[in-house]
């Protein structure tokens, strides 16, 4: 694998989001939020599978039960590939509208985070919750905008959750009753830099995020400071995941959206699916447990 990042499967995404190494089918699955279609990705054949998803669709993850759990902006659904069905397990903000599911994580218990937000992208109406056995919890963590993330640490006592209009990302210790505890600020992103997109923490408990139109990918050390930062042919870098057999080579998802005529012109691979050498593994990533 190039250590700098090269695009793998065309599939010019408008706004490419969520990337999962599922590694029961040795793939690496992630949603395209816009154009509502969830998308799978075959390293070893080098092709690629969609499903359309019958409203914008923020999130998917796998389930102890064999299957996924998509987060639409109706709800979280469960979603069975072999048919393309999805059916409606909980519907968190029925009474907002003009929300939508954004970004998630699986904690080492099985429990599911994730977040929503103001799909007008102006309202602080971005609330985090977890679903664990059919119990789902909001947060109560401070509302913002666009959520991004959660991502857990390695020991599953850290909760990494981003303010990415804020340009912030932040930390929460989960207690042992999963109570959430002692929240700080872990980095903000400097001006002209971007906006921190999906967090990711890899197996020695860095942090990585996307940066939107910051052109690049950063690493951070577990006290929040600038390790690495690589950078891509295109503008939008929306999230970072480690996949194969061994967990060490970085995927990336890439948007489309926001950029002009112009600019998708001279950014050709904008949207597309990207790998590169991270020089670090991940972190086996638990199936959720949500009934």
Same mark, same amino acid.
């Given at each position: 694998?190039?250590?700098?990042?090269?695009?793998?499967?065309?599939?010019?995404?408008?706004?490419?989001?969520?990337?999962?190494?599922?590694?029961?089918?040795?793939?690496?699955? %992630?949603?395209?939020?816009?154009?509502?279609?969830? $998308? /799978? +990705? =075959? !390293?070893?054949? @080098?092709?690629?599978?969609?499903?359309? *998803?019958?409203?914008?669709?923020?999130?998917?993850?796998?389930?102890?039960?064999?299957? %996924?759990?998509?987060?639409?902006?109706?709800?979280? $659904? /469960? +979603? =069975? !590939?072999?048919? @393309?069905?999805?059916?409606?397990?909980? *519907?968190?903000?029925?009474?907002?509208?003009?929300?939508?599911?954004?970004?998630?994580?699986?904690?080492?218990?099985?429990?599911?985070?994730?977040?929503?937000? =103001?799909?007008?992208?102006?309202?602080?109406?971005?609330?985090?919750?977890?679903?664990?056995?059919?119990?789902?919890?909001?947060?109560?963590?401070?509302?913002?905008?666009?959520?991004?993330?959660?991502?857990?640490?390695?020991?599953?006592?850290?909760?990494?959750?981003?303010?990415?209009?804020?340009?912030?990302?932040?930390?929460?210790?989960?207690?042992?009753?999963?109570?959430?505890?002692?929240?700080?600020?872990?980095?903000?992103?400097?001006?002209?830099?971007?906006?921190?997109?999906?967090?990711?923490?890899?197996?020695?408990?860095?942090?990585?995020?996307?940066?939107?139109?910051?052109?690049?990918?950063?690493?951070?050390?577990?006290?929040?400071?600038?390790?690495?930062?690589?950078?891509?042919?295109?503008?939008?870098?929306?999230?970072?995941?480690?996949?194969?057999?061994?967990?060490?080579?970085?995927?990336?998802?890439?948007?489309?959206?926001?950029?002009?005529?112009?600019?998708?012109?001279?950014?050709?691979?904008?949207?597309?699916?990207?790998?590169?050498?991270?020089?670090?593994?991940?972190?086996?990533?638990?199936?959720?447990?949500?009934?």
């Amino acid at each position: 694998m190039a250590p700098q990042p090269q695009s793998i499967w065309g599939v010019g995404a408008i706004l490419g989001e969520g990337p999962v190494w599922v590694a029961r089918d040795a793939a690496l699955w %992630f949603v395209d939020i816009k154009d509502r279609r969830i $998308h /799978r +990705f =075959d !390293p070893e054949l @080098g092709v690629g599978r969609s499903w359309d *998803a019958p409203a914008q669709v923020g999130w998917i993850v796998p389930t102890d039960d064999g299957l %996924f759990a998509a987060g639409l902006q109706s709800g979280v $659904h /469960r +979603f =069975d !590939p072999a048919s @393309g069905d999805f059916t409606l397990l909980h *519907a968190p903000e029925a009474h907002l509208p003009g929300n939508r599911l954004n970004d998630a994580a699986v904690d080492p218990s099985g429990g599911l985070w994730f977040g929503s937000m =103001d799909d007008a992208e102006e309202a602080d109406s971005g609330r985090f919750y977890r679903l664990h056995k059919g119990v789902l919890v909001e947060s109560g963590l401070a509302r913002v905008s666009i959520t991004n993330g959660p991502a857990l640490s390695p020991h599953g006592r850290s909760l990494y959750h981003t303010d990415t209009l804020g340009k912030r990302i932040w930390r929460t210790r989960i207690a042992d009753d999963g109570a959430l505890h002692d929240t700080s600020l872990f980095v903000e992103i400097e001006e002209g830099a971007g906006y921190p997109d999906g967090p990711t923490v890899d197996a020695e408990g860095c942090l990585w995020t996307g940066l939107f139109a910051g052109w690049a990918a950063r690493r951070y050390d577990p006290a929040g400071k600038l390790m690495t930062e690589v950078r891509f042919p295109v503008a939008n870098v929306t999230k970072i995941a480690f996949g194969g057999a061994d967990l060490s080579v970085g995927y990336a998802t890439t948007a489309r959206k926001g950029l002009t005529d112009r600019q998708l012109v001279e950014q050709p691979l904008a949207g597309d699916l990207f790998a590169f050498d991270p020089g670090v593994r991940g972190l086996p990533g638990p199936l959720a447990a949500i009934s």
